[in-house]
Nanobody
Framework: HVQFVESGGGLVQPGGSLRLSCAAS????????MGWYRQAPGKQRELVAG???????NYADSVKGRFTISRDNAKNTVFLQMNSLEPEDTAVYHC??????????WGQGTQVTVSM
């Protein structure tokens, strides 16, 4: 049973920073490319950052230069360092594999709110 537990969200002012963590109970974690996704109210879930099994990152244009994804394979954990946060970054953030499948299991996510 695959499970993701995201943490680290919160309320932050524009320009602030947060570091999200995702603990994955996923057998063979180290071989999977992983990603951070977000879903804002009324919008579809979008992929904002991905990282290959070897640690190569990739980012959506909207977060490039502000967000940094990393992973610790020994601890089955993925991180997302978010700097220079903007109100448009407000969303529920989830982690998951980058596998495209219709019935993927998702965690609760962690809420990020950027507001004065």
């Amino acid at each position: 049973h695959v499970q993701f537990v995201e943490s680290g969200g919160g309320l932050v002012q524009p320009g602030g920073s947060l570091r999200l963590s995702c603990a994955a109970s996923l057998s063979g974690f180290s071989i999977y490319a992983m990603g951070w996704y977000r879903q804002a109210p009324g919008k579809q879930r979008e992929l904002v950052a991905g990282i290959t099994s070897g640690g190569k990152p990739n980012y959506a244009d909207s977060v490039k230069g502000r967000f940094t994804i990393s992973r610790d394979n020994a601890k089955n954990t993925v991180f997302l360092q978010m700097n220079s946060l903007e109100p448009e970054d407000t969303a529920v953030y989830h982690c998951n594999t980058l596998i495209r499948a219709p019935n993927k299991s998702w965690g609760q996510g962690t809420q990020v709110t950027v507001s004065m």
